[in-house]
């Protein structure tokens, strides 16, 4: 029997100490590590049966209809920092809303939990979380997966590290 996997909600910036704590978890339960990036400027508009996306963009005048990548540059740190490790893992790109794209995976995969890194207070996160919504908050109130909140590291922690 496969372990339920760990879904990883990857932003466009991945705190070094959010995947190190998603992947020890992941590591102790024996679970494979999905790594979710969400283009939230776009839409879905199909899943292939290789679970590739196909999306549009919200706004038609700024492009085409195109397959969802992983951004090269995530996946890169994905690699440094979990290859060689022995975790099963993968990196999966989605498009839309991303509280509701990782709910969505999480449900499809049958999820042990979600993992989300929080983002350090300053004015223009608080700007992002205006506008945009909290991921956190979304998860938590309107789906059943387990939500595990990583916080970001101190300065006093990374200096002691």
Do not use: K
């Not at 085409?64 to 690699?79: S, T, V």
């Not at 970001?152 to 002691?160: F, L, Y």
């Amino acid at each position: 029997m496969e372990t339920r996997p760990i879904i990883l909600g990857i932003p466009d910036r991945l705190d070094p100490h959010v995947l190190a704590a998603a992947a020890d978890l992941a590591c102790a339960l024996g679970a494979r590590l999905l790594c979710v990036h969400v283009d939230p400027t776009r839409y879905p508009l199909e899943e292939l049966p290789d679970g590739t996306i196909r999306s549009a963009p919200l706004d038609p005048e700024s492009g085409d209809e195109a397959i969802e990548r992983f951004p090269a540059r995530l996946l890169q740190q994905l690699e440094a920092q979990l290859g060689g490790s022995g975790l099963q893992w993968q990196a999966h790109a989605a498009a839309g809303g991303p509280g509701q794209q990782l709910s969505h995976l999480a449900l499809q995969h049958d999820a042990a939990l979600i993992v989300l890194g929080v983002r350090e207070r300053s004015m223009a996160n608080t700007i992002r979380e205006l506008l945009n919504g909290s991921v956190a908050v979304h998860l938590t109130h309107r789906q059943r997966h387990p939500v595990l909140l990583i916080p970001p590291r101190r300065a006093e922690q990374i200096r002691n590290s």
